[in-house]
């Protein structure tokens, strides 16, 4: 019987198989990864000895002393119902035979501190030293000398010292006085400064009143002058500001309205450009004035100190429509405002401060300053008390904003060529640039420092009033006429303020404050600078206390007397009478070794204390 093939599907199929394959289908070795061209990757067989040293291996790392310990006597030695692996037990062994008895977190916490402080002063005692060195090496005048080391000459006897001055380069503490000038020179600088005085007073009050009489002239003339043009618009008289009808063609005529520029005539092309008003000429029309392009932005001042102080807003809602000149004096302060932010974005820019699209904050001394615009249509109210210092800094700044633009515009029309050689004929060095917050920063440095003395002398005041002792504080400001120039450039230290504490039959004291933070105080026993304002209150209470112990001991007549060294009355049987006004200087207190003491919170006047002690020391010196 003949068979028959019939043909099959998989016929044509062909199966390759290799090695790898086969492994991974028979699970002998696994699948480790698959390369980016499909290649597959195997894990790679180990041999029984290798199995065994990563075992060796795991359990080495795992425990800290490594099996060293075990032997086949010590695992004979165990008993057989030893369970293994309690782990607190394990845990706590090893903690008990921890080799090299490991530092707790306490002990290294406490290690860890006192190595950072004995390095931060070993950084404070090199630091020290490098800035002594770089003193020293600064204040040197001679060349250092190298050390002759191919011959030593012999020793000689060590010459006498035969002058006190130190050799340039050496550093020495030992104070210094200026010997006393003669009375006859102190005598005759006074009265020059007191003539120099008087005669700057008086060049002053004409500067004013001229500066008065010139101010109203403009005035009137501005007055008049808005006036007139009010009313040829309104047409009376018989008189009008007409346009000129244009005969050609048919509408409304080409000339409408006059236009007038406001803005400073130092101000560039661009800003006058913007800056122009004008108004229909029709009397009919309400509308006075229309600008070109007003923004209704004005700048505003926030100084952040103790408190928030903000300078005066505007509001434009309170406008009179038909008050022409006060339309145009504010569309022009809007103008002004807005270059004045313009130049602060730059300072702001250069002194690292906060620049943002309406608003620079500046560190300016000890204060944070922030300049903001704000439209006058809906004016800020908080806070809502405006604040004199805010005012002050937002006007000065308006003064030097001006003066810059002067300055410009000189340069500009008449270019000062650079300074020549000194000599007779030699051209004169052009004026430096006007800084535009330096005069701010020094006036609000001057400022705070008046804040802090001034307070600390009606302190003092108050605490002799509160004894039944007259006292007053008279307060003197001052400015030089040469240290306000025309070009905007302020000498701060020509700006001052003298202030004086007078207490009945004593000296008082005097602190004269000079801009921007000197601070001299004048007592009864000496004169001297101050750093510290903090400072004032304590050095003034203990001159104040040694001037009323002198007072005490000038009422307290015979019989009593005063002790220069230990600053006190020594009253006979009575014993060390003292009075001081301690902190926080609100009171006088007296003190006497065998009498009843004083204080001016709860007793009477000091005089009337002092009147009760004289029979009692008149007593003891009979």
């Known amino acids: ?24 289908w028979s699970s002998s070795r696994r699948l480790k990864a698959v390369g980016p061209d499909g290649e597959l990757i195997l894990v790679e067989a180990k041999t029984p000895a290798a199995t065994l040293t990563e075992h060796l291996e795991r359990i080495w790392n795992e425990y800290p002393s490594g099996l060293l310990d075990l032997t086949e006597a010590a695992l004979k030695s165990v008993p057989a119902d030893t369970i293994y692996g309690n782990d607190a037990e394990d845990d706590e062994a090893e903690r008990k035979t921890a080799v ?48 002759d080391t191919k011959s030593k000459p012999a020793p000689t006897a060590a010459a006498p010292p035969t002058d006190a001055l130190l050799a340039p380069g050496t550093y020495s503490t030992t104070p210094s006085s200026p010997p006393p000038a003669p009375a006859h020179e102190t005598t005759r600088a006074l009265q020059a400064a007191i003539a ?79 800056c122009l008003a004008a108004f229909d000429l029709d009397p009919a029309k309400m509308d006075v004035l229309v600008f070109g ?14 408190r928030l102080e903000a300078s ?7 406008e009179d429509a038909k008050d022409v000149l006060g339309l145009l004096e504010a ?21 690292e401060g906060l620049v943002e699209p309406r608003k620079v904050t500046l560190k300016l001394g000890a204060d944070d300053v922030v300049f903001e615009l704000y439209s006058t249509l809906s004016p800020p109210t908080s806070p809502p008390t405006p604040s004199p210092l805010a005012d002050l800094v937002l006007a000065q700044l308006r003064l030097q904003h001006l003066h810059i633009l002067r300055q410009r515009k000189q340069r500009l029309v008449a270019p000062r060529p650079p300074a020549g050689p000194a000599g007779p004929g030699a051209r004169p060095a052009p004026a430096p640039p006007i800084s535009l917050l ?67 039959g004593c000296k008082g004291a005097t602190v004269t404050l000079t801009a921007p933070s000197l601070i001299h105080v004048a ?100």
């Open 100 to 147: 090299g008895n490991a530092l707790s977190i306490e002990e290294m916490e406490a290690l860890r501190s006192e190595v950072c402080a004995q390095l931060n002063d070993a950084r404070n005692e090199l630091w020290f030293m490098l800035e002594l060195a770089k003193t020293l090496a600064a204040s040197s005048s001679f060349p250092p000398t190298m050390p």
């Open 196 to 274: 120099a005085k008087r005669r700057a007073v008086d060049d002053c009050l004409d500067l004013v009143e001229s500066a008065v009489d010139e101010m109203r002239r403009v005035e009137a003339a501005s007055t008049g002058f808005w006036a007139s043009l009010r009313t040829m618009r309104e047409g009376k008289r018989q008189w009008a500001v007409v346009p000129r009808p244009d005969y050609g063609r048919t509408g409304e005529p080409a000339a409408s309205d006059v236009v007038f520029p406001y803005a400073l005539d130092e101000a560039s092309a661009s800003l006058r450009a913007r």
């Open 293 to 306: 392009a007003r923004s209704h932005l004005r700048l505003r001042v926030l100084v952040a100190g103790d």
């Open 438 to 504: 330096a005069p701010v920063m020094y006036g609000l440095q001057f400022f705070r420092t008046l804040q802090r003395v001034g307070p600390t002398l009606d302190m003092l005041r108050a605490a002799c009033e509160g004894a039944g002792i007259g006292s007053a504080v008279v307060r003197h400001f001052s400015v030089e006429a040469d240290g306000l120039a025309v070009d905007g450039v302020v000498e701060a230290e020509r700006v001052g303020a003298v202030l004086d504490l007078e207490v009945a």
């Open 331 to 351: 569309a022009q302060r809007e103008a002004v405002d807005e270059e004045l932010f313009n130049e602060l974005r730059i300072a702001g820019t250069r002194m």
């Open 1 to 24: 019987m003949a068979s028959t093939f019939r043909a099959s599907a998989y016929d044509g199929l062909a199966l390759p198989l290799d090695a790898r394959a086969l492994d991974v």
């Open 523 to 622: 007592t009864s026993a000496a004169r001297f600078p101050l750093r510290d304002a903090a400072r004032l209150a304590d050095v003034l209470a203990d001159d104040l206390g040694r001037q009323l112990t002198r007072l005490a001991h000038a009422r307290l007549g015979d019989g009593a007397e005063y002790d220069e060294l230990e600053g006190c009355v020594v009253a006979g049987a009575l014993g060390r009478l003292t009075i001081s006004i301690p902190a926080p200087f609100d009171r006088v207190l007296g003190a006497v070794e065998h009498g009843e003491a004083y204080d001016s919170k709860s007793g009477p006047a000091l005089g009337a204390w002092l009147d009760a002690l004289r029979p009692q020391l008149q007593a003891s010196g009979t």
């Open 312 to 318: 005066t807003p505007y509001d434009a809602r309170k």
